[in-house]
């Protein structure tokens, strides 16, 4: 294996255990945490939060031990915890883009983790255009909202034009539209 290789190479460390998350996914799965990324980035230049794009382990344990995860999408405003590739504080939003190696971790392992270490608000997208939001309450997350993007203007269920604000970032407001934008074939 070449430098290049490694260095491309990612992985989390869930309970010990090293999941190797190579090969990247499908380029749908890029498009979505693209569009995301950059609507919440351009929404938060001016503040002292910082949105991430799959290049940011989260250490979810920072006391006990060194597991991580790396989210699809992290918005984290505590930059004293970050500290090389690395973040240990509670992050403000995560949102993960399923993928078939990865759904059923998004939505079992992974939620639980996110939810137990107090991320107020959690997004499970799915590049065939779903989106559930979970809020945190009483340190339970709560399915709030749940989309299937509907984008024919025809139809009476159309919904690609849905607004939907960040709890935490109130003026971070992003389409349904905006989050599928360029999957078309």
């Known amino acids: 294996m070449g430098l ?5 190479k990612k992985d989390e460390k869930i309970d010990g255990v090293i999941y190797d998350m190579s090969p990247s996914p499908n380029f749908k799965h890029g498009i979505i945490n693209n569009n995301i990324n950059r609507m919440i980035g351009y929404h938060l230049k001016d503040s002292m939060c910082l949105v ?6 989260f250490k979810y344990h920072p006391d006990t031990n060194d597991d991580y995860v790396c989210p699809d999408i992290m918005v ?8 090389g590739g690395a973040y240990s504080g509670v992050p403000k939003f995560i949102a993960e883009t399923l993928s078939p190696s990865t ?3 998004d939505k079992t392992v992974k939620k639980e983790i996110y939810e137990q270490a107090g991320v107020e608000e959690y997004w499970i997208v799915s590049p065939q255009g779903s989106l559930e939001i979970y809020y945190l309450e009483n340190g339970k997350y709560v399915l709030d909202q749940s989309y299937i993007l509907q984008d024919d203007k025809e139809e009476e269920d159309y919904n690609a034009e849905t607004a939907i604000a960040l709890k935490a970032f109130p003026q971070v407001v992003i389409t349904l539209a905006e ?6 074939e």
């Open 4 to 8: 290049a290789e490694l260095e491309r």
């Open 52 to 57: 991430f794009m799959e290049n940011l382990d």
């Open 76 to 83: 984290v405003c505590d930059r004293k915890r970050l500290k």
């Open 103 to 105: 759904a059923k971790k």
């Open 179 to 184: 989050i599928f934008q360029g999957l078309e």
